[in-house]
């Protein structure tokens, strides 16, 4: 079965300061990897998204991701914090032959002023 | 933001009462998508449907159940509530394939008591 996970539950970092989000995943065959962002009582927004060719994928925001397939890895990334970017991140994978996405549990990143 | 209204936005009902929820797309897009959001869980797919009255199944279905008459309209029915159906509900919608993106709508509050 496809899946993700997120190994962290939740990420403090400074502002101003370079921040990571984890997620590694569990699939079959070349894989379409997916992020997303909650902010406090709203709905999911898409960030960005990995379908093939280069590794570094830039979305919204100024966040960016890397697909490292040795590793099984697909973090999130952004250079430099907001306190804005305090927020739900959600790592997705497409389900098997439904066109659905399964979600990882999800990370809260802290963006400290 | 995408064409997504969902209805009601918050409701409070009694264990053992049918509740409905609604999902009105502007997008014409084929593939529509109910998630719940429970801390600690992730988002979890409820059901789905890939066309007028074409639904089917997601990991969490028991207790639902889904209807689409039009292909802008989804709608969710607990058929009697229970206090465990208390969550955050998400429709979703998408063109379909597995790298196409799912976009969401901002979510129905749901309280059981």
């Known amino acids: 079965a496809q899946s993700v996970a997120q190994p962290e539950d939740q990420v403090n970092v400074a502002e101003g300061n370079p921040l990571t989000v984890k997620c590694t995943y569990s699939?079959?065959?070349?894989?379409?990897l997916f992020w997303y962002v909650q902010y406090p009582n709203r709905g999911l927004q898409f960030l960005l998204k990995?379908?093939?060719?280069?590794?570094l994928v830039k979305g919204s925001y100024g966040f960016e991701a890397e697909f490292n397939k040795s590793q099984t890895s697909f973090h999130l990334k952004k250079p430099s914090a907001l306190v804005s970017d305090s927020a739900l991140y959600f790592c997705?994978?497409?389900?098997?032959?439904?066109?659905?996405?399964?979600f990882g549990k999800g990370t809260k990143l802290s963006v400290i002023p | 933001d995408a064409g997504i209204t969902q209805s009601p936005r918050h409701k409070v009902t009694e264990t053992g009462t049918p509740v409905t929820l609604r999902c009105h797309q502007t997008?014409?897009?084929?593939?529509m998508y109910w998630y719940r959001q429970d801390p600690g869980h992730g988002l979890r797919l409820i059901h789905y449907?890939?066309?007028?009255?074409?639904?089917d199944k997601g990991e969490v279905s028991d207790g639902y159940s889904v209807s689409r008459s039009k292909t802008e309209d989804f709608l969710l029915t607990l058929e009697s509530a229970t206090s465990s159906q208390t969550s955050v509900y998400f429709c979703?919608?998408?063109?379909?394939?597995?790298?196409?993106?799912?976009?969401f709508g901002e979510g129905s509050w749901l309280t059981v008591v």
């Open positions: 997705a994978v497409p389900g098997a032959g439904s066109y659905q996405l399964t």
């Open positions: 979703a919608i998408s063109g379909g394939g597995s790298g196409n993106t799912i976009y």
């Open positions: 997008e014409n897009h084929r593939y």
């Open positions: 699939v079959s065959g070349n894989p379409y």
């Open positions: 990995y379908i093939t060719g280069d590794n």
């Open positions: 449907s890939y066309g007028v009255k074409d639904t």
